[in-house]
Structure formats: structure tokens, C-alpha cells
Nanobody
Framework: VQLVESGGGLVQLGGSLRLSCAASGDILVLNALGWYRQVPGKQREMVATTDRGDVTLYADSVKGRFTISRDDAKNMVDLQMSNLKPEDTARYYC????????????????WGQGTLVAVSS
């Protein structure tokens, strides 16, 4: 199973970006999906997550500005980011807990390669 992110880039203070993540491979079930971010020298932090019941969690720093959404028919999860701030600058990673086709009964954690978001002031 692979996750591929897209939509990152350079944006000005107050601007918007939409990140997309597409999952592909032998997927039986996508359970939790999420977006995390990391800047050099710091730990990766949760930005937003969603489960199959559409329960969403957001980091306090992005509440009211970011919206996570999933499309289980397309195996995709998006992150709409608005009112971006310089402190949102980071590499954003897509995350999925995946149950793969086959004899396994355990979910496996999968990460994308990340997409860079830079916000200029």
C-alpha cells in the first residue's frame, strides 16, 4: 500500500492550500486517516485525523482554519487549509491505518513521503 500526497507549495500569509492524499494497493479497509507535519529539528505532530465514523480531531493550532475530509470510495483524504500562517510551514505527511487484502487481521500504519508547505509573510 502506498500513500501519495499532492497540493503543497508556497503561499502568502492568509492564503489557502488544499492537500490531497491518494492511497493505492491491496486495500481492504482504510481505518484512521490523518495529516501530520514536521519541521526540521522538531517532532512530527498531528494536524488532523478522521476515522471511519467521521470523528475528526484537530490540533489546537489549526482549529477553525483547517478541515480534513475523506472519500472512502476513492481511498483519498484531503486537508483544506485556510488563513495560513508562517508557523504552518512544514512538510505535511499523510497517514493511514490500513487493513490489507490477504490473511492478515491487523491494521498496518502507512506514511506518505510528504509534501512541503511554505507560508511567506
Amino acid at each position: 500500500v502506498q500513500l501519495v500526497e499532492s497540493g503543497g507549495g508556497l503561499v502568502q500569509l492568509g492564503g489557502s492550500l488544499r492537500l490531497s492524499c491518494a492511497a493505492s494497493g491491496d486495500i481492504l479497509v482504510l481505518n484512521a486517516l490523518g495529516w501530520y507535519r514536521q519541521v526540521p529539528g522538531k517532532q512530527r505532530e498531528m494536524v488532523a485525523t478522521t476515522d471511519r465514523g467521521d470523528v475528526t480531531l484537530y490540533a489546537d493550532s489549526v482549529k477553525g482554519r483547517f478541515t480534513i475530509s475523506r472519500d472512502d470510495a476513492k481511498n483519498m483524504v484531503d486537508l483544506q487549509m485556510s488563513n495560513l500562517k508562517p508557523e504552518d510551514t512544514a512538510r505535511y505527511y499523510c497517514y493511514a491505518a490500513v487493513l490489507e487484502l490477504g490473511p492478515t487481521t491487523e491494521y498496518r500504519e502507512v506514511w506518505g513521503q510528504g509534501t512541503l508547505v511554505a507560508v511567506s509573510s
